[in-house]
């Protein structure tokens, strides 16, 4: 969404994938759920207009922020299976 807004062709893209999102989440009999994942938060844009029970979740919400990154001891051991130990602090400042 964001490069087509950049590039111009924001309105096609929106009509392309509400299209796509219809016809795969809303009208289709076997899915009982679906996920969508991606970095901008676009939950207000006409693409889902046609959902129902549309949920946003932000990786800072307290019920999916345990579900996504990594723990300080997972970033601990990764530093150190990687021998990057030193850059420990600089990865937790930012």
Known sequence: MQNAYLN????EMTDFLGGIFSAVLKTNEVLEKG??????RIAKESIFTGLNNFKVNSIFDEVSSQQFGF??????????DYHLRE???DIKDW
Do not use: P
């Open 8 to 11: 111009a062709y924001y309105e």
């Open 35 to 40: 996920n969508l994942t991606g970095c901008l």
């Open 71 to 80: 723990s300080s001891t997972e970033i601990s051991s990764l530093l150190q």
């Open 87 to 89: 850059y420990q602090r």
